[in-house]
């Protein structure tokens, strides 16, 4: 089955830098790619998503990159601000093998230092 | 707007004692339901969903239950909570059909003392 894995569980960053979090997956059949971000308390709240027909896709403030090849996800934030500070979560989804699910890294927890 | 609801936010059962969580969604019809628990430091483990009325899998055998009596409500449930049943729940929903951006409720904070 698939897994998924964020490079680093905490990311410290300076308010005004950007910030880069990454993450793994081992299903090559995987073509769905969504990242939340949870504040404490409060349920995942959708970000960004990007499809595996894309290598990029950018938001406001927010750029996904998709790279198939070695199975890696990124989200990067631009210009950090303290309300950002959260756990960021991403998930995985299979389109193609019929699943209701995703799967779901373990987060990576974004301090914003002011 | 589609919106989702899940009550309550917090709950401390004693062990031993019936549970029952609820969540409905508005704005959508026939919408894929899921039942998640977080536990600290780790990421969401699926313990139910739905694909319709009635329809319920699971995912992890344990001493919870799942129903959907309607099409936009799933109850999670428990005749005698353990304390291993402490948790962050989470429900959450998605468009029918391949995976897709699943919408979360703000979650259930229980604790079984």
């Known amino acids: 089955g698939e897994s998924v894995g964020l490079h680093l569980p905490t990311l410290s960053v300076q308010e005004g830098d950007n910030s880069i979090i990454n993450c793994a997956y081992s299903?090559?059949?995987?073509?769905?790619f969504i990242w939340y971000k949870q504040e404490s308390g409060k349920g995942p709240q959708f970000i960004i998503d990007?499809?595996?027909?894309?290598d990029k896709r950018q938001g406001q403030r927010v750029t996904v990159l998709l790279n198939k090849t070695v199975k890696h996800l990124s989200l990067q934030i631009a210009a950090t601000q303290p309300g950002d500070s959260a756990v960021y979560f991403c998930?995985?989804?299979?389109?193609?093998?019929?699943?209701?699910?995703?799967?779901f890294g373990k987060g990576t927890k974004l301090s914003v230092i002011p | 707007s589609q919106t989702i609801h899940q009550w309550p936010a917090t709950l401390v059962q004693p062990v031993g004692s019936p549970l029952s969580l609820e969540c409905t969604v508005e704005?959508?019809?026939?919408?894929?339901l899921y039942w998640y628990r977080q536990a600290a430091g780790r990421g969401l483990q699926l313990l139910f969903y739905?694909?319709?009325?009635?329809?319920i899998s699971s995912e992890v055998p344990q001493n919870l239950s799942a129903s959907r009596p309607q099409d936009r409500q799933f109850i999670l449930s428990s005749k005698k909570l353990l304390l291993s049943d402490s948790g962050f729940y989470l429900c959450?929903?998605?468009?029918?059909?391949?995976?897709?951006?699943?919408?979360f409720g703000q979650g259930t904070r229980l604790t079984v003392v």
């Open positions: 998930a995985v989804g299979d389109s193609g093998a019929g699943s209701y699910q995703l799967t």
């Open positions: 990007i499809r595996s027909n894309m």
């Open positions: 299903n090559s059949a995987s073509d769905y």
């Open positions: 739905s694909v319709g009325i009635g329809q």
């Open positions: 704005g959508t019809s026939n919408p894929n």
């Open positions: 959450a929903w998605t468009r029918g059909g391949p995976t897709t951006e699943a919408f």
